[in-house]
C-alpha cells in the first residue's frame, strides 16, 4: 500500500504474492512483488493536481536521440531516409519544455541538434529547427556506439533534468571500438540515464543491443523493415513523455542470518537485477528500477532465511521503494512484508504459490529460447530441438501467445503440450532474430 505521495511524484502501491509456509528445515522463501505508479499526471502529460495553469507534466526531462549514421545505413538508401523521418517523428512528440537533443552517430559522436554542447528546449521554433537540421545526418563511417553513449551523457548532464532519456538506433555491430570500450560507457552512463535501444534491419548483434538496454534499464527490439521506424519512434517518444519520476529504487532489508538469494524483474520482461545490488545502511540494499510513468510491473523476491522449528514465524524481508532527496535522504514511496512461517503442515508446506510458478515458469521461457538459437547457431541440432520444443510448451502452458508465434516461425510444432517439435531447415534471419531479442517478454499472471 501506498504511504507517501507528494504533488508532483505518482502513487505507489505494493502488492506481494507467496506461499508464507516452509517445511520444517525449508530456507527459501520466494515472493511476486507488484509494483504499481498510478496518477501524477503520469498519463502522458496532464497537467498535475495543483500545478501552475499552462505548465505541464513531464517537463523536468531530457531525452537525446542517437542515430546510427554509419556506412552501412546507406545500403539500402531508403533505410537513412527511414531513419531521418522516425527521428523527426520523434521530435514532434516531445512535448514543450522538455529539453532535448539528436546525435549522429559513426566511429565519433557528433552533435546534430542543437550542436552547442548542451540541450535545446522543446517548443514549436526548435522542434522546427531540429528537423531542419536532420537533413546533416548522412552515412558514412564506423560504428563506435561507446562515444554515443558518452556524449548523450555529456548532453544530459548539462541540464538540471530529473527524468534522463536515451534513444539509440543501430543498423550494425560495434566493429569500431573494443567490447571492453563499450563496457566501460555502459559501467559510466549506468544509473545516470535509461535508454531504449533498437536494432534495424538484420546485420546487428542481438546480444549487443540488448546488452545496452539491459545495462541503462530501457526496452529493446527489433525493426526489421526500416519502413517501421517512425512508428516505432513515436511509440518510444510518446511513452517517454510519460515518465514522471526518475530514479526509484528497490530496497531489500533482511533481518540478522537472512540473505537476499536473487531480485529478478519477471513482467513485462526478465530483467535480472542481483548484480546490481549497492548497500544503504546495515542489512539493506537498493535494486535500481529506472524512471517510472502510468505503470505495473512484477518482480521475483527470493530470500535464504535460517533454520527454524515448526510453528516459530518471521520477516523475511522488507521491501520499499525508495527515492532520493536533494538532500540524499530517501522518501519512501511504499512498503511490503515477505514472511516465513514453518509447518509440519505438508500440503501448506508444498503448495506453489500461482504467481511464483507463473514467473518461474516465464524466467525459464527466456532462458531456453537462448539456449536453443545459441545451440542451433553452432550446429547442436538435437540439444536446439530439446530447448526449444522446452520453450513452445512453457509459452502454450503459460498462454504467452506472441512468443509461441514467433517460436512457429523458427520450428514445426507437433504437439505444443508436450514440447515435441522439428527444426525448419530454413529461417529467416529477421524471424530468428526478432525470436531472440523478444525472448524475455512475459505476459502477467492471471490474478
Avoid at 506461499?19 to 498519463?43: K, M
Avoid at 530501457?218 to 526489421?224: E, K, L, P, Y
Avoid at 531489500?252 to 513485462?268: M, R
Wanted: hydrophobic fraction near 40%.
Amino acid at each position: 500500500m501506498a504511504i507517501l505521495s507528494k504533488t508532483n511524484v505518482p502513487q505507489f502501491s505494493v502488492d506481494v504474492y507467496q506461499n508464507e509456509y516452509l517445511p520444517e528445515g525449508g530456507r527459501e522463501v520466494n515472493a511476486i512483488v507488484t509494483v504499481t505508479s498510478t496518477g501524477g499526471g503520469t498519463t502522458g502529460g496532464h497537467p498535475l493536481p495543483g500545478a501552475v495553469p499552462g505548465t505541464q507534466a513531464g517537463t523536468n526531462a531530457g531525452v537525446v536521440i542517437m542515430v546510427d549514421c554509419s556506412g552501412s545505413m546507406e545500403y539500402p538508401p531508403t533505410k537513412m531516409r527511414n531513419a531521418r523521418e522516425a527521428t523527426a517523428v520523434a521530435i514532434d512528440a516531445i512535448r514543450d519544455g522538455v529539453a532535448f537533443a539528436v546525435i549522429g552517430g559513426t566511429h565519433v559522436a557528433r552533435e546534430v541538434y542543437p550542436a552547442n554542447g548542451g540541450l535545446a528546449v522543446a517548443d514549436p521554433a526548435t522542434r522546427a529547427q531540429a528537423k531542419q537540421a536532420l537533413r546533416r545526418l548522412t552515412a558514412g563511417g564506423g560504428t563506435a556506439i561507446g562515444t554515443w553513449l558518452r556524449l548523450a551523457d555529456k548532453l544530459l548532464s548539462s541540464g538540471d533534468a530529473a527524468i534522463r532519456h536515451g534513444i539509440l538506433l543501430t543498423d550494425g555491430r560495434n566493429e569500431h571500438e573494443k567490447p571492453e570500450e563499450l563496457q566501460s560507457a555502459l559501467d559510466s552512463c549506468a544509473g545516470r540515464f535509461t535508454c531504449d535501444a533498437r536494432g534495424v534491419g538484420t546485420d546487428w548483434e542481438v546480444k549487443e543491443v540488448t546488452g545496452i538496454a539491459s545495462a541503462l534499464l530501457g526496452s529493446v527490439d527489433i525493426v526489421a523493415d526500416p519502413t517501421g521506424l517512425a512508428a516505432d519512434f513515436h511509440a518510444m517518444m510518446e511513452k517517454t513523455m510519460g515518465k514522471e519520476v526518475a530514479d526509484v529504487s528497490l530496497r531489500l532489508w533482511t533481518p540478522q542470518g537472512s540473505e537476499i538469494a536473487f531480485v529478478k524483474q519477471v513482467a513485462p520482461t526478465v530483467e535480472d537485477l542481483s548484480g546490481r545490488r549497492t548497500d544503504a545502511g546495515p542489512r539493506a540494499g537498493d535494486y535500481p528500477t529506472g524512471s517510472w510513468g502510468d505503470e505495473s510491473r512484477d518482480y521475483h523476491v527470493c530470500v535464504r532465511v535460517p533454520n527454524a522449528g515448526v510453528g516459530q514465524e518471521m520477516l523475511a524481508a522488507r521491501l520499499s521503494l525508495v527515492l532520493p532527496q536533494p538532500d540524499g535522504s530517501p522518501q519512501v514511496l511504499a512498503q511490503g512484508l515477505v514472511r516465513a512461517l514453518w509447518t509440519d503442515d505438508m500440503a501448506a508446506s508444498t503448495r506453489i504459490n500461482p504467481q511464483v510458478a507463473h514467473y518461474t515458469g516465464q524466467a525459464e521461457l527466456a532462458q531456453v529460447i537462448q539456449q536453443g538459437l545459441e545451440a542451433r547457431k553452432s550446429g547442436d541440432m538435437d540439444g536446439a530441438t530439446a530447448k526449444l520444443g522446452r520453450a513452445v510448451q512453457l509459452a502454450s502452458a503459460s498462454g504467452n501467445e506472441d512468443t509461441a508465434k514467433l517460436l512457429a516461425k523458427v520450428v514445426d510444432v507437433v504437439d505444443a503440450a508436450s514440447g515435441t517439435v522439428r527444426l525448419k531447415a530454413r529461417v529467416a534471419d529477421a524471424d530468428e532474430m526478432t525470436l531472440e531479442t523478444r525472448s524475455t517478454k512475459t505476459v502477467r499472471v492471471k490474478k
